[in-house]
């Protein structure tokens, strides 16, 4: 059975740091992607990766944060940077097999996966 488990959330002041793990078992070849639900909105896409390498970001996010997967310990990887107020949420891994890399952004996206982490807070405070 597929398992997920995120790491490396936290608390952080505005313009800090901090890189989100996700551990995958077992080890598929898949469309993986970061998302995010802040309390009383819906969950939405943050960034994706497929596994050819092909990355989408949320507009939000673009040239702050970065999605990368280690393919050997299949393990994916989320580089925040430059975060704010507005970052802070419950983010989650998810996984699914033989969607497009897009799909994670899109509206609804998150629909389309079926294999999720249980998530990992990131705070940003002011």
């Known amino acids: 059975q597929l398992q997920l488990m995120e790491s490396g959330g936290g608390s952080v002041q505005a313009g800090g740091s901090l890189r989100l793990s996700c551990a995958a078992s077992p080890v598929i070849d898949s469309c993986m992607g970061w998302f995010r639900q802040a309390p009383g909105k819906e969950r939405e896409g943050v960034a994706g990766?497929?596994?050819?390498?092909?990355?989408v970001y949320a507009d939000s996010v673009k040239g702050r944060f970065t999605i990368s997967k280690d393919n050997t310990k299949m393990t994916l990887y989320l580089q925040m940077n430059s975060l704010r107020r507005e970052d802070t949420a419950m983010y989650y891994c998810a996984i699914e097999g033989f969607r497009p890399v897009s799909m994670v952004v899109a509206v609804n996206g998150a629909n389309a996966f079926g294999y999720w982490g249980q998530g990992t807070q990131v705070t940003v405070s002011s």
């Open positions: 990766i497929d596994s050819n390498g092909l990355t």
